[in-house]
């Protein structure tokens, strides 16, 4: 139903007609140059998308469009008094600075006088759904921070996402942590393909009706394509949906053709004015119906478009000659400028705490090595930032030390997060020759990076170098207090230890003795042996670390391991049945149908799985980098091989502090390693494998039904979701854990690679593996024919935690844990510790500290409460000994808590999601 106007909404018009709105509202009328007695204005925004890598790499997209761009876009804001430009994404425009010094004079005053806009801020039009939110948020520090450095610091308000393919639901809660009002996208559930709409356009019909009861609907029948976006933290912002041809729509105000047509051809100016008139009014009467405030938004501005020469004279044509008549001026601008008009008459939109997906869903799951590198740098730079925060504060390094080159890292780990980087959506030339070397490039930087700053803390005394013995030091690069099932390294001159197997941890003062497992000795080159050993090493401080020393004694295995044939005790030769035992898990694996897993309980005695789990299936898959096959008419995604058609083989290898589970499904390419630990209360699961060509693969497992509830992580908070939502099935992205259960019990599962998940109410669950779908059949996307293949073997880890009762804190906690656990394995080496244990700096109740990282003049301390929305929150953090608080704020500047501090222990009363903590 169409929104109608209040008695409120009806005054604000008067007052507009009259006098040109109050407050705010007119300060934005007025600097734009609108009458006051103007009753709707259009704004049109001349930007053009720009994909950092896409078809092409970085650079030759520079080279053979971007710089003619930007060369064009300048001389039209310097020349003409009424241009406007808007560019969205800072990657290309860092570039074009640094390879142009004769233009940053020129560029810094079309910014300075408001005719070179920016908007957005980031360093790419990032993906928001598989990029964890730390990523995400440097991805625009790192951005406004080059702006304040080398253009001036720019007041940005606006997100700018055109191309993503769908959006997180916490996106209001990060935008508004960041200060902005307004966001704009296109792509969202729902929406019928940009080919088709363009054709309808083309044929001069009527748009096609969007998915029922999808986003796009709902919106529609609204008559809104605005709306009040609240996310599930309480954060909002303005929304704005582009709702035709994407954000190409005004690409056709001069030629009446969709831009996507004449892409890339530099239009020297209409100067038939009838034509344009003609199709401005054809976009203002497509626009109206779903503007419901006085403000209509229409975007000029499609992939690598070059600016309209001729666009401020198509404006100046129609105030001369339409605005008399109808009441409604046009005037070239930003989209920020729209949403902060349009953030005035928020009260008159729709309020929706929308989940905008799924769109695309094939995605989640195309180019997995992308997503596992591009996770694990993450860590590496959060772990290399705490690293370097403690190596400062202990006056072992300067804020200088490295500076510029962390800076490049940064932006770096931002290229990544663009929607066709992470997405996997670029063809084989463009991941082979840019985007794997960046990403492996990336990888080996920030390892080295991370160890410079552990070897420059042995100088200030925290940790030492090179022992010889038995003492091992764990480090925790998370921010919470981890158990870790950790390698271990001694050192010994002249012999291996392999008689060591035990290992003696010191918690409180009091050393608790658990099995360790003797894995292998390596020689030095310096003629010592290094032993490598693995145990569980519990309660590792957060963003410290804990010493572990081996002694030479023989401790009993808490785990077990026993055979049976047909219900009878058997041997390990002759069996159709294994149960293995822990202090904290009980799980039991039979061959009938096939092998898997079929039951798994806690030491109380309540089971978490249904039937069968964690097994592999096979699908016939004939969609692409972007979509499954099921998404798309005439294409498939039908199941093709089950695991009972495969043949199995089981093998256990059993040590004192792990059990390891594998079965190999042979036919389908995929194995399936469980492991089981001595004094951890989860279960992992490696699962390794190749997908055929035109192949999808999932894990299939089951849970206790009815699932009364499915909670994913979504980067700085958490969503439900239901079942199914347009397609069928319905495979939703998760970025760091989901949760499925009911009353009886929870299923919490860490993901570390796999981000596409389904399940049903009857506790079904499936989670994709492996994904080698490289050629769009059923649907080209506008662009010309080309292969994304994956296919290469890859691991997807897996941690299986079963809970009584569902806890948001804990599940983010956990999550934390698990993620840095791939960059604790990059600090292995040679050190030794004059402690017993050390944290740095620890969060305690309902706040999780996400990173930790020098500034200017202090340290932040980033901490999310993602409990936020149930009522106040406070947290506990204990700072480091001669530490002190200074503020804590958000991203904007704005108070985020209340603290107290006596001494170096702090109260932190949340008063947003999101605070920045920070301490000298």
Known sequence: MKIKYGISALVTLLLLSSCGGTGKEKEIRHRLGVPDSAKTVVILQQTAHLDPDWLMTFEDYYEKVVENIYISALELVNTRSNYVYTAGILAFLKKFYEDHPEYRDVLKSAVARGKFRIIGGGFTSPDTLLPSGESLLMDYEMGMQWLAEHIEKVNISAAW???????????????????????????????????????????????????????????????????????????????????????????????????????????????????????????????????????????????????????????????????????????????????????????????????????????????????????????????????????????????????????????????????????????????????????????????????????????????????????????????????????????????????????TFYVNGASVTVPADYRYSVKTTSGTFANIYEADVLDVPAYGYKKVKLLATTVPSPITITYYRNGSPSTSASYNEIRVSTPYLKAEFTSEPFWALRSLEDSEGHEYLGDSSFYPASYKDDGGPWEFGHEMEGCTFQLSKKPSEAQQNITVKAGKSRITVKIEYQDLGVTVEYHFYAYQKYLDLEVSGRAYEGTTVTLQLSVQSPVDEAWFSAPFGQVKRVSQKIFNPTFWPSSEWVAFGNADGNVLILNRGIQAWHYEEDGSIEAVILRNVSLEKCRLLTVPTFYASSSGTYTRTLRIVPRQTFDHVAAWKAAIAFNGEPAYEKLLGMYSAPEKENGFVSVYGDGIATSLMPTNNAFRLRILFPGFAEGLQSAKVQLPRGASFARAINMAGEKAAEVKCHHNLCTVEALRPIVDFYFK
Not at 191 to 218: F, H, N, R
Not at 311 to 339: C, H, I, M
Not at 450 to 472: C, D, K
């Open 161 to 503: 996402l055109p191309d993503s393919f769908g959006h997180t639901p916490t996106l209001p809660d990060i935008l508004s942590y960041m200060g902005y009002r307004s966001v704009a996208f296109a792509r969202i559930d729902g929406t019928t393909s940009e080919l088709d709409e363009a054709i309808q356009q083309v044929m001069g019909l009527e748009s096609l009706d969007p998915v029922p009861y999808s986003t796009a609907w709902i919106l529609k029948n609204s008559g809104s394509a605005d709306f009040l976006w609240r996310g599930p933290m309480g954060g909002e912002v303005v929304a704005h949906w582009m709702p035709y041809n994407l954000y190409c729509l005004g690409g056709s105000i001069d030629s009446g053709v969709p831009i996507s047509v004449v892409n890339n051809v530099f239009t020297p100016g209409s100067t038939n004015k009838k034509l344009v008139l003609e199709e401005m009014q054809h976009l203002i009467n497509l626009m109206q119906p779903l503007s419901p405030t006085p403000y209509i938004f229409i975007p000029i501005g499609c992939d690598f478009e070059m600016p309209k020469k001729g666009l401020d004279l198509y404006v100046k044509w129609w105030n001369e000659y339409r605005y008399p008549s109808t009441g409604t001026y046009v005037v070239l601008a930003s989209f920020q400028d729209y949403g902060e008009l349009v953030w005035e008459h928020r009260d008159e939109i729709p309020v929706m705490t929308a989940d905008l997906n799924p769109y695309f869903m094939g995605f989640y799951a195309s180019r997995p090595e992308i997503k596992d590198m591009a996770r694990e740098n993450l860590y590496l730079l959060l772990t290399m930032e705490a690293l370097r925060t403690e190596a400062i504060f202990f006056g072992a390094a300067s804020r200088e030390d490295r500076a510029e080159e962390i800076k490049d890292l940064w932006w770096k780990n931002s290229f990544t997060n663009h929607h066709d980087f992470i997405t996997g959506t670029s063809p084989d030339p463009v991941f082979e020759t840019e985007q794997l070397p960046w990403l492996e490039n990336l990888n080996s930087l920030a390892s080295q990076t991370a160890r410079h700053f552990l070897s420059r803390l042995a100088t200030s005394g925290w940790i030492e170098l090179s022992p010889v013995g038995n003492e091992a030091v764990v480090f925790n690069p998370a921010g919470v207090t981890s158990s870790i099932h950790a390698q271990l390294i001694t050192y010994s001159q002249g012999q291996e230890l392999s008689q060591f197997t035990a290992a």
